[in-house]
T-cell receptor, first 113, second 114 residues
Framework: EADIYQTPRYLVIGTGKKITLECSQT?????MYWYQQDPGMELHLIHY???????EKGDLSSESTVSRIRTEHFPLTLESARPSHTSQYLC????????????FGDGTRLSIL | KNQVEQSPQSLIILEGKNCTLQ??????????LRWYKQDTGRGPVSLTI?????NTKSNGRYTATLDADTKQSSLHITASQLSDSASYIC?????????????FGRGTQLTVWP
């Protein structure tokens, strides 16, 4: 069982609110990722980090931002939520190396009203 | 265009039966191919990772095969159990960047009936 945790698991909130999705891992992994997944669709990478103070945008354009101040923590923030942000957000981490598996959290299901 | 296609989209089998899920990819240059299991409402869990030189890898009742020449992979599940009901996702990594970009399939939704 991987030690990566996401909170909250579910969030229903109104348009215009600021949201922070939390992700923490206790495995000491340098690499961390945020994915967006809609029902029946593939995962899309929205942000990733190679280590502390390293953040990059992924393939899918996103209005969210991330920070990596500590190795174990990789929060994602939406400054002003919109209905188009409704989705499932999955956080993952992996050890350094090209053949290392990604360990996923159980996700945050976000609904913007 | 780098793509990962999985078939079938969904599959229903009876408990105790075997099944095989397919994955075709066009990702190049190839680094590795992964199979993940994703239970409803949970994050994906890694089943196997295969590099170019590996053509089969097992994890309990799960056996993955890879044919790098035809760019095909399969996941065989033996003696299925109710707990095997999940989405099975094929993921291919390239060698074209430091990140080792991952290309995700849409998954095969497997339902095991008693």
């Amino acid at each position: 069982e991987a030690d990566i945790y996401q909170t909250p698991r579910y969030l229903v909130i109104g348009t215009g609110k600021k949201i922070t999705l939390e992700c923490s891992q206790t495995m000491g992994h340098d690499k961390m990722y945020w994915y967006q997944q809609d029902p029946g669709m593939e995962l899309h990478l929205i942000h990733y980090s190679y280590g502390v103070n390293s953040t990059e945008k992924g393939d899918l354009s996103s209005e969210s931002t991330v920070s990596r101040i500590r190795t174990e923590h990789f929060p994602l923030t939406l400054e002003s939520a919109r209905p188009s942000h409704t989705s499932q957000y999955l956080c993952a981490s992996s050890a350094t190396g090209s053949n290392q598996p990604q360990h996923f959290g159980d996700g945050t299901r976000l609904s913007i009203l | 265009k780098n793509q990962v296609e999985q078939s079938p989209q969904s599959l229903i089998i009876l408990e105790g039966k075997n099944c095989t899920l397919q994955c075709n990819y066009t990702v190049s240059p190839f680094s590795n191919l992964r199979w993940y299991k994703q239970d409803t409402g949970r994050g994906p869990v890694s089943l196997t990772i295969m590099t170019f030189s590996e053509n089969t890898k097992s994890n309990g009742r799960y056996t993955a095969t890879l044919d790098a020449d035809t760019k095909q992979s399969s996941l065989h599940i033996t003696a299925s159990q109710l707990s095997d009901s999940a989405s099975y996702i094929c993921v291919v990594s390239d060698r074209g960047s430091t990140l080792g970009r991952l290309y995700f399939g849409r998954g095969t939704q497997l339902t095991v009936w008693p």
